[in-house]
């Protein structure tokens, strides 16, 4: 019997969600809790966020999360973005503020997200990596609370989540926005879960389409629910005549599109099941209303079909309203940056999509990669951008250019585009011509979103400010632009030190209790392998069914990232109606090359032991 690990102290720089009150252990003795190292950025976490809301209301006088968010990019260390990210995505626990990763080294965390259970008596006894682990957390709760309760050191009760002050503003944490035809602004108000519609002055609510409670029910406009909207589209006539709407949401996170008649506001489902993707990669058409998604994020008519921003799993599909059908577009579901034909290029949190003017060219911002992607002639390439862990704000020729999480691009009638450079607070503008990059405006709060107005001017939608912005006059001219050499970054973790030449890469998969690896339809799991750079592998990168590789590490390399995406289906076990279950997980592991250091690298995909 190995021996218990005492779960270590909680400390940060400040909490959240607690009345102003610091947390200890020795305050949550006799619940269990759950840690939830998280950051805000990461749509995985928010995927996380969303499967433990109803565990928390299950088992809310024995349970408490608590978040520890440990930041990958430098807007996520600041303490305001922190507490607004906390409100935008409905996080009802207390949270813990870990700006240097104290925590998650503590913790020994190793990918965004990771879950630490903890029992009544102060011991870590499970430790998950990546989502989809609702069930398997209910059964061990379920397992902790019988043999806490027999002990006697299970206390039931309330927690310690205050609940903040209620805000009084018309939108709160807007999204996405489109032009009526009547001049009027359409927005997905994200945090209140609803569409506004504003007059042209960008301010005067015309009307709400939406309840503004999270749910997921059609009807008239007074009735519809929806959980955290983005993306917006508004169909060509024809195709809307045939459709019987006018715009297709993103649902977020409900995982599916609604169709807006915008006549009358009503709202019907057009695609999704509202289950989350977790199934196999395949270039099929499907039934759109029987094919689940994954966090849709934004979405744009191009290619005579709504084209998708799956930010869940890195994807672009489509959508056609008028056969009702749906399918994969671009993207392998591999977690990076790699350019090619559309159905072997890689992604990262597609965020947001505009149509050049003349619909050759699809321009997406790929926020996880701080790039700006775009589609044409069956291929995806890369305007801005350098990976994963390389981010910052810095003008100039585009191959030296950097970005931080843009969510959102606007193409303009000149060809060029503009982005909102979320975490970076800025509008800046990509030429093609001149293949260079300029700040058009700076000093504003995660704008999100960008529109052309009827006068050719442009909205910013500022979502942490909740509001939009109108840019001056004259931003958009080449004296209006100004070019800024400002920091660089790397997202900095603790890099793992391997020895050059053969290392053995182990993922650890232990289904949840009460299940079974599944082989009813092939192998049951997948492992995908690459290196940035590529040469850091000198063999070991590709697709394969078997958790366990030999990689061969090239000593001329000094450092990189591993690239790893792991999953495993697993079904029910001894049940008559067996339900099954897609793990999956994506890892980007710093390395270093030392001498004499480690030949193994294990992770673990879903850990069920300490």
């Known amino acids: 019997m190995s021996a218990r690990v005492r779960a270590p102290e909680l400390r940060g720089r400040g909490w959240l969600n607690t009345g102003g009150r610091d947390l200890t252990l020795s ?142 503003t018309t939108l709160r944490f807007p999204g996405k926005a489109v032009v009526l035809d009547d001049g009027n602004l359409l927005v997905s108000d994200s945090a209140r879960h609803s569409l506004a519609e504003l007059a042209p002055d960008g301010e005067t609510l015309v009307r709400r389409i939406g309840t503004g409670e999270r749910g997921r029910a059609d009807g008239p406009a007074e009735a519809a629910t929806f959980s955290e909207p983005q993306g917006l589209c508004l169909l060509p006539t024809h195709v809307a005549e045939v459709a019987g709407y006018d715009l297709v949401v993103a ?71 008028v056969k009702r059908t749906a399918g994969m577009y671009a993207g392998t579901t591999v977690e990076a940056l790699k350019d090619g034909p559309l159905a072997e290029a890689w992604m990262a949190q597609p965020s947001g999509l505009s149509v050049s003017a003349d619909g050759s060219r699809l321009w997406v911002a790929d926020s996880e990669t701080s790039a700006i992607r775009y589609v044409e002639n069956g291929v995806l390439g890369t305007a801005v951008g350098q990976g994963l862990f390389d981010f910052g704000h810095v003008d100039g020729p585009a191959a030296e250019a950097l970005l931080q999480h843009p969510l959102g691009v606007c193409a303009l009638p000149d060809g060029s585009v503009l982005i909102a450079d979320t975490y970076n607070g800025a509008v800046r503008r990509y030429d093609p011509e001149t293949d260079a990059v300029g700040t058009v405006a700076d000093g504003l709060t995660e704008p999100s979103d960008l529109v052309v107005t009827p006068d050719g001017g442009v909205l910013v939608v500022e979502s942490a400010a909740h509001r939009l912005t109108r840019l001056a006059p004259g931003a958009l001219t080449a004296a209006g632009a100004s070019t800024v050499d400002g920091p660089r970054h790397r997202a900095e973790r603790k890099p793992t030190d391997l020895a050059a030449g053969e290392v ?72 008559e109606h067996a339900a099954c279950h897609l793990t999956r997980q994506d890892w980007g592991v710093p390395v270093r090359v030392v001498d004499g250091a480690v030949t193994r690298l294990p992770l673990v995909l879903r850990g069920l032991d300490a």
Request: charged residues 25%; contains cysteine.
């Open 504 to 575: 053995t890469l182990d993922v650890i998969f232990t289904p949840a209790p009460g299940q079974k690896l599944d082989e009813t339809y092939g192998p049951s799991t997948r492992l995908v392998v690459s290196a940035s750079p590529p040469e850091l592998l000198l063999d070991g990168a590709g697709t394969g069914t078997d958790l366990s590789r030999r990689l061969v590490v090239n000593e001329a390399v000094a450092e990189g990232v591993l690239q790893v995406t792991a999953q495993a289906a697993t079904c029910d076990a001894d049940v």
């Open 251 to 321: 649902d977020t996170v409900n995982h599916l599109l609604r169709g807006v008649r915008l006549a009358t506001g009503e709202v019907v489902t057009v695609a999704g099941t509202g289950r989350q993707w977790r199934s196999t990669v395949d270039d099929h058409a499907h039934d759109a209303r029987s094919v689940d998604l994954s966090s849709p994020w934004d979405l744009a008519w191009y290619d005579d079909k709504v084209v998708i921003a799956m930010a869940g799993i890195h994807q672009l599909w489509w959508f056609d309203p």
């Open 27 to 168: 305050d949550l003795r006799g619940k269990i809790v759950i840690a939830d190292f998280w950051t805000f950025c990461c749509i995985n976490c928010l995927h996380v966020l969303d499967e433990l809301r109803p565990l928390e209301q299950k088992y809310g006088d024995v349970l408490v999360v608590i978040g520890v968010h440990s930041p990958k990019f430098e807007h996520e260390k600041d303490a305001d973005a922190l507490a607004a990210a906390v409100e935008r995505y409905g996080v009802h626990h207390p949270v813990l503020d870990d700006p240097e990763l104290d925590m998650w080294q503590q913790y020994a965390a190793r990918a965004w997200p990771t879950l630490a259970v903890i029992d009544p008596e102060g011991y870590v006894v499970a430790t998950m990596a990546g989502e989809g682990h609702a069930e398997g957390l209910s059964r061990l709760i379920d397992d902790l609370i019988a043999t806490h309760e027999a002990k006697g050191t299970l206390h039931r009760g309330e927690g310690p989540y205050v609940p903040p002050a209620e805000p009084e």
